[in-house]
């Protein structure tokens, strides 16, 4: 993808990962853009390398992030994208 990585204009985080309490703040708010930016089927092919410069932190502050939605059974990563199972 060549396109810049734009913020969602609307990022919608269901409350049951707001409550989750293993999940920091920072991955909550993620996972809404996540959401936002998946397709019908819940993938997301964007890159970390673009999520961080979007949010303009390092990309292992993302991979974190996705470790941590993985955790708590909301995503799924696989080698060439991410899926949004909330």
């Known amino acids: 993808m060549s396109e810049t990585l734009e ?5 919608a985080i269901p409350y049951k990962i ?3 309490k293993n999940v920091s703040a920072g991955a ?3 996972f809404g853009c996540l959401m ?4 019908q089927s819940g993938i997301v092919k964007h890159t970390t390398k673009k999520m961080a410069a979007m949010y303009e932190k390092p990309e292992s502050i993302i991979q974190c992030w996705h470790i941590e939605l993985e955790n708590a059974g909301f995503l799924k ?9 909330a």
């Not at 913020?7 to 990022?11: D, S, V």
């Not at 936002?36 to 397709?39: F, Q």
């Open 36 to 39: 936002a930016w998946a397709d």
């Open 7 to 11: 913020f969602p204009y609307l990022a």
């Open 18 to 20: 707001i409550s989750e």
């Open 77 to 85: 990563i696989h080698e060439s994208h991410l899926e949004v199972t």
């Open 28 to 30: 909550k708010v993620h």
